[in-house]
């Protein structure tokens, strides 16, 4: 009678054993091959069927899977990645556009820059992200250090990313925008030696693309201005509603019609009407009014 490799109940254990662990550790470990009835079974190695993994919507290759390991070992020094290693790492800033209104101009802020590259030129304050950052953090912490301008409310606007926007080395920057009162105390800090408010239809030469950035973030604020109580930033408390029209007016460059903007404005909801009225020329006291939002920006429909 011949011999049979799982007659004993140790040599099956330990073969479900091994052909669990070969899964898990991914090979596979065929069946025991005989040699003769009086030998013990030996084992031999077959390579396992090609399988092709299910890609679901959130589901990982297993040559993702392997890439993403590679990237996590690379960055504990346990293994460098030859991968990543073809690849140049760009390197990540954050620039402000800051608005303002100032004697009856829409203006924004601008930084002399102490050092090259484009030294002595006129920019919007901005800088490198530090590692462990958010980008709003990066923004904040950048704003303050170059103009001493902190706590305002900056949304972010789009990704700059040419090649060649600057000199010193593939360098990605993320816009953001914010509007804030010309009372705000602004000083020159870091690498600034100077910060001043420029209109934004009178702009010296600027350093880098910053002239498209101020550019986009203008037609940003045009939308915006337009489905959200954003206009906020550059007024009082308190303000009538030829102020608020007049605020409008210079954002969009263009006269608004007195009686469509009241109607317009009011319907939208954004506003309430306080116990306090102001004297403006010599017409009757007009009425103050307040946004029911402040503090922070709400989008309503138009």
């Given at each position: 009678m011949g011999y049979s490799p799982y007659s004993h109940t140790g040599i099956q254990t330990a073969a479900v054993s091994a052909h669990s662990q070969g899964l898990q550790e991914g090979f596979w470990i065929g069946p025991p091959v005989p040699l003769g009835p009086a030998s013990a079974p030996s084992w031999h190695v077959v390579t396992p069927p090609t399988i092709t993994p299910f890609k679901g919507p959130n589901t990982l290759t297993r040559t993702q899977d392997n890439f993403v390991e590679k990237i996590q070992?690379?960055?504990?020094?346990?293994?460098?990645?030859?991968?990543?290693?073809?690849?140049?790492?760009?390197?990540v800033t954050v620039d402000i556009v800051i608005f303002t209104i100032v004697n009856g101009n829409l203006k924004v802020l601008l930084i002399r820059r102490k050092g090259p590259p484009f030294q002595h030129m006129w920019a919007i304050p901005g800088g490198f992200i530090r590692i462990g950052e958010t980008l709003e953090e990066a923004a904040e912490r950048r704003l303050f250090e170059e103009t001493n301008v902190k706590d305002i409310y900056l949304e972010q606007l789009v990704t700059f990313g040419t090649p060649n926007r600057d000199p010193r080395a593939r360098i990605i920057t993320i816009s953001h925008y914010a509007l804030i009162g010309s009372n705000k105390d602004i000083q020159p800090n870091a690498n600034a030696e100077d910060v001043q408010w420029f209109s934004v239809h009178d702009l010296?030469?600027?350093?880098?693309?910053?002239?498209?950035?101020?550019?986009?973030?203008?037609?940003?604020?045009?939308?915006?201005?337009?489905?959200?109580?954003?206009a906020f930033q550059l007024l009082g408390h308190k303000f009538t509603l030829t102020e608020l029209?007049?605020?409008?007016?210079?954002?969009?460059?263009?006269?608004?019609?007195?009686?469509?903007?009241?109607?317009?404005?009011?319907?939208?909801?954004?506003?309430?009407?306080?116990?306090?009225?102001?004297?403006?020329?010599?017409?009757?006291?007009?009425?103050?009014?307040?946004?029911r939002e402040r503090g922070r920006v709400q989008e309503y429909e138009v």
């Open positions: 070992r690379s960055k504990t020094g346990q293994e460098q990645d030859e991968t990543l290693a073809l690849y140049e790492t760009p390197l010296p030469d600027l350093a880098f693309d910053h002239k498209d950035i101020v550019e986009c973030a203008l037609l940003r604020l045009k939308e915006r201005l337009k489905t959200s109580n954003i029209q007049r605020v409008y007016e210079l954002i969009l460059e263009k006269t608004l019609d007195k009686r469509n903007f009241r109607k317009k404005i009011l319907s939208m909801g954004i506003l309430m009407e306080t116990d306090e009225t102001k004297m403006e020329g010599y017409h009757r006291p007009a009425q103050l009014y307040a946004f």
